[in-house]
C-alpha cells in the first residue's frame, strides 16, 4: 500500500481543495490529510479560521477519496507526522515548491499545481465585498 500524506487548513472547503485532495490521492492507495488546528492557522495566518477544527475535520472526514484526518499542531512536526503515519508520500500545493523537499530522505516530496484563481483568502475578501 502507497500512503500519501498532506496537510493545510481546508477553511470555506472549495473546489480547489476538492482538486487538490482527488489529485493527492490518485498518488497512492491511502490519504492522510494534517489539519491545521485553530491554534496554529491563527499562528500562521493572524485570523481565526471561519470554520472550527471540528467542523473543518467532519467536512474532510466526508470526503470518500480522504482515508484519515488527524490535528496538525505544529509546523516543526511535520518530519514526525510523515514518520508517524508511515507516509511514503508527501503531497502539497505548488505554492509551497521547494519548501517540503527536506523530506526527500524519509518520502518522496510531490508538488501539485492548485487551482487557478481559486483560494480561501479570495473567497473571504469576495464575501466581505458583499456585505
Known sequence: MRRII??????????????ILKRAKAHGDHLTVGLSSDELNFSKKGRNPIYSFDARLELLSSLRFVDEVFKEESLEQKRVYIIKHHADVL?????????????????????????????????????????
Open 91 to 131: 503531497v502539497m500545493g505548488n505554492d509551497w515548491e521547494g519548501r517540503f523537499d527536506e523530506f526527500n530522505d524519509i518520502c518522496e516530496v510531490i508538488y501539485l499545481p492548485r487551482t487557478p484563481s481559486v483560494s480561501t483568502t479570495e473567497i473571504i475578501e469576495i464575501i466581505k465585498e458583499q456585505q
Open 6 to 19: 498532506t496537510f493545510g487548513t481546508f477553511d470555506v472547503l472549495h473546489i480547489g481543495h476538492i482538486r
